[in-house]
């Protein structure tokens, strides 16, 4: 089984592309500047499609975690147990990820702060946030 | 206008392995149904297929099943289809689409892809599908660590209150032949069980297998013919993406909180001689405890530990053992909660009958969310007895 690569869909190209730079970002709202994550088709609060991808400081810290000993794909098998984290980023919005470095996992608490570092996924072509303890 | 009851239900055996393919369960869930009620399959003009992984379509699963219908529909609700699929059939035969509806669930492991005639992957939402598979998905059984790790690290829920859950329902599948797991377990089984998603054990983990339900509802005039007495439906209430709308919504609020002064309007909690709760890990039953108002929020651990919720205590959950012990039959599983409800309102439940049982309470809960917790939440009441308008 081979790693999956996210695919890109017509409302989430931008996002992609910032990943490509090494960027990180959400969607904000330019009618009611509501900012959220992960890419929707819409705005969560008033269904405008009128949004930008603003870029994010990557800067946040455990919201909860949880250390994945079976993984479903076999292909990830070889890496665990890992993290499974879900990060409150300052921007006030959370997101689901993993760490850098394993190492960061041993002594891993809700409220660590941590820093997002963009790095490829699946086949290589696509970029998603991976965090650093910041220590 | 009409009124829309249960006329009957039926369970195949279940088992670890087996060489059905799901439809075949089904239609076993359906025939043993049919001799429950005593309803002919020339009667049957509606049915619900809880199946999201099926190839077919449900009207040509009905087609495979020799069943001309006038209603179908394939009911997508994760865990919560079961019971969603009776009020779906409550719906259609109220506003006179269908007058008998088989709600049917079930089949054989999901990882048993050679058993369909075309593999159809499990259903991935786009979030799921490119912002958590990428990362290496540990399943429900992850997203589940991370809201018990959030209420552990919380409202100082502990082990041996989760481990209370897991061994008193395996109390009641002991006094149920058709549950897979019986054996005695100790609190100390519970902590000791492998780590699978930390904090989530083995002993968290609904197991997969194979076998189906089926559940007949119809109206009120048309059961009454019927060798055995119906069962009345009372509040329904579901609540879908809820926390949806919110920046950052709270891991640990599930949709029960927005429906439950709804559920239990009418029917009070008081008046309840049992539950039946959706059980894929404890934690969802702790839960569901405080979200359905039993205790104030995060209290549900120390509910479980202060309560006795067991066949001698004065609120049983879970009498047959609940799908942690009995097994989790692919979307089949939600039915578990239904079909034990009919047994204790009927007097059928053997040795672990509640003395006196009319009215109990089932949920049905389905899908985690990437941001929130539970997708997909529903309650209903069932009753020996009509409910009052």
Not at chain 2, 238 to 265: N, V
Request: hydrophobic share 40%; glycine share 8%.
């Amino acid at each position: 089984m081979t790693r999956p690569t996210p695919k890109t869909v017509p409302w989430d190209r931008d996002y992609w592309a910032n990943g490509e730079k090494g960027i990180l970002s959400a969607q904000r709202c330019q009618d009611c500047d509501r900012l959220w994550y992960y890419p929707k088709p819409v705005c969560p609060t008033c269904m405008s499609e009128n949004f930008i991808y603003e870029h994010l400081s990557g800067a946040g810290e455990i919201y909860t975690f949880s250390i994945v000993r079976r993984p479903e794909n076999p292909s990830f098998v070889d890496e665990a147990p890992y993290a499974f984290i879900d990060v409150r980023l300052d921007e006030g919005i959370r997101l689901l990820s993993r760490l850098v470095d394993e190492a960061d996992a041993a002594d891993l608490q809700i409220g660590d702060r941590v820093q997002a570092e963009m790095l490829p996924v699946g086949d290589g072509t696509k970029f998603l946030p991976y965090f650093r303890k910041v220590r | 206008m009409t009124r829309a009851v249960i006329a009957g239900a039926a369970e195949t055996t279940f088992s670890r392995k087996s060489e059905k393919a799901d439809l075949q369960f089904m239609a076993e869930a359906i025939r043993l149904a049919m001799d429950d009620t005593g309803i002919p399959k020339s009667d049957i003009n509606g049915i619900v297929f809880c199946a999201n992984v099926l190839p077919d379509d449900s009207s040509y699963m009905a087609e495979h099943l020799g069943l001309a219908v006038n209603w179908t529909m394939k009911a997508d609700y994760g865990g919560a289809s079961s019971v969603m699929s009776i009020a779906r059939a409550v719906e259609a035969i109220e506003a006179g689409r269908a007058d008998v509806v088989v709600c049917v669930g079930g089949g054989n492991r999901a990882d048993f892809t050679d058993l369909h005639h075309d593999a159809v992957s499990p259903p991935i939402d786009y979030a799921h599908r490119s912002f958590i598979l990428p990362y290496g998905y540990g399943g429900p059984n992850s997203q589940f660590g991370m809201v018990q790790r959030l209420h552990m690290e919380t409202y100082g829920t502990t082990l041996e209150q989760l481990g209370k859950v897991s061994v008193t329902f395996r109390k009641h599948a002991a006094l149920n032949d058709n549950a897979l797991l019986r054996d005695p377990m100790t609190i100390d089984d519970y902590i000791n069980s492998p780590l699978i998603a930390d904090p989530i054990r083995k002993l968290d983990c609904v197991m997969r297998c194979a076998g189906a339900i089926a559940v007949i509802v119809t109206s009120e005039e048309y059961a009454k013919k019927l060798a055995k007495p119906p069962i009345y439906i009372g509040t329904y209430a579901e609540k879908h993406s809820a926390g949806a709308q919110d920046q950052e919504p709270d891991r640990l609020l599930t949709g029960f909180i927005d429906i439950r002064d709804q559920l239990f309007e009418k029917t009070k909690r008081e008046d309840l001689d049992f539950m039946q709760l959706y059980d894929d890990y404890p934690m969802a039953i702790i839960k569901q405890i405080e979200d359905l108002g039993f205790c104030d929020l995060g209290q549900g651990g120390k509910w479980v530990e202060e309560n006795d919720f067991s066949l001698e205590g004065p609120l049983p959950i879970n009498t047959s053992g609940g799908i942690l012990s009995i097994g989790q039959p692919r979307l089949g599983g939600g039915y578990i909660p239904v079909i034990e409800s009919i047994r204790q309102l009927r007097g059928e439940a053997g040795p672990r009958q509640i003395k006196d049982a009319k009215i109990g309470f089932v949920s049905g809960i389905g899908l985690m969310s990437y941001q929130t917790n539970l997708v997909i939440t529903c309650g209903m009441m069932l009753g020996k007895e009509p409910f009052n308008d």
